[in-house]
């Protein structure tokens, strides 16, 4: 573990300077590796994840960001998306090789073209499952994502609408078989609640 554990709660704007500041610390910290320092943004749908990430790249030089929607195997495909991360993006990147990956269609529910992730220093993973099970011991740091749940609900569906309406009890039972024995939020080095006016993700 790079950074100390925080659990407080700080405000998007404030998060995303939290964390950039930590991946930097992991930075100067590093005596080996070829790899980039592994940034992870969990939590479940709808917490503001997203444009957390985005703000955190802005932060970084402009850091890629590799979004867990690409990689999830379907609607029932929270938990297998885990390994599948290691495997293809985890695993490559902390042996300084290029990650790559094969983007999944949601429209057609059918893996697409393969994606390469450039060279940095830095390297942001976001979505649920990000930092969980065997996934957890390669970031650097590790924040988790929350909102209430009806405000994540409305977040989500203003944003997918229709294509995720009738799925968002599926995904929400994914979500709670995953983070509770996992304990995801409290292996965090960071917890951000967002509120109304905050990110959507």
Not at 24 to 51: E, F, M
Not at 71 to 83: F, I, K, M, N
Not at 94 to 115: K, L, S, T, V
Not at 141 to 163: K, N, S, T, Y
Request: one cysteine or more; hydrophobic letters at 40%.
């Amino acid at each position: 573990m790079t950074t100390d554990n925080d659990q407080s709660s700080p405000a998007p704007a404030e998060a995303a300077a939290r964390t950039a500041t930590a991946a930097r610390t992991a930075h100067r910290r590093r005596r080996r590796g070829r790899g980039p320092i592994l940034v992870g943004i969990d939590g479940p749908a709808g917490g503001g994840k997203s444009t957390l990430a985005d703000r955190v790249a802005a932060a970084l030089d402009d850091a890629p960001i590799v979004r867990m929607d690409d990689l999830y195997p379907g609607w029932d495909g929270l938990a297998a998306s885990v390994p599948l991360l290691v495997r293809c993006v985890l695993s490559p990147a902390r042996h300084g090789r290029i990650p790559r990956y094969r983007r999944y269609d949601w429209h057609r529910a059918a893996y697409a073209e393969w994606r390469a992730v450039r060279r940095h220093r830095y390297l942001i993973v976001e979505g649920a499952g990000s930092t969980c099970g065997t996934a957890r011991g390669y970031f650097a740091v590790r924040v988790f994502v929350d909102a209430a749940p009806d405000e994540r609900m409305r977040r989500a569906l203003q944003r997918d609408g229709d294509m995720f309406r009738p799925h968002w009890d599926r995904w929400a039972r994914q979500e709670a078989a995953l983070f509770g024995p996992d304990r995801t939020r409290r292996a965090a080095h960071i917890v951000v609640m967002t509120g109304s006016a905050g990110p959507r993700a």
